[in-house]
């Protein structure tokens, strides 16, 4: 297993949401990801998509402008 960080901190729709996928598609089974990110809708959006996906959350934490959330393939 992998864990790999990605840093969205300052960017805004749909950036975040759009780097996580791509994490999520170079991720192997199993593997960790962990989004550190500073746009409030995108904390509501990632877990969103990542459910539609079949992609299980792991943990969602922090302020709205300031969050963290943790995923696995």
Do not use: F, N, Y
């Not at 996928?21 to 199993?30: E, H, L, P, S």
């Not at 962990?34 to 990632?46: L, V």
């Amino acid at each position: 297993m992998t864990q790999t960080k990605i840093d969205v901190r300052g960017q805004t729709c749909p950036v975040p949401l759009v780097e996580c996928r791509k994490a999520i598609r170079k991720a192997a089974q199993g593997d960790e990801l962990i989004i550190s990110g500073t746009h409030p809708a995108s904390k509501k959006e990632i877990p969103m998509a990542c459910e539609a996906m079949g992609i299980e959350i792991i943990e969602v934490k922090g302020e709205d402008k300031d969050w963290e959330i943790r995923i696995k393939r």
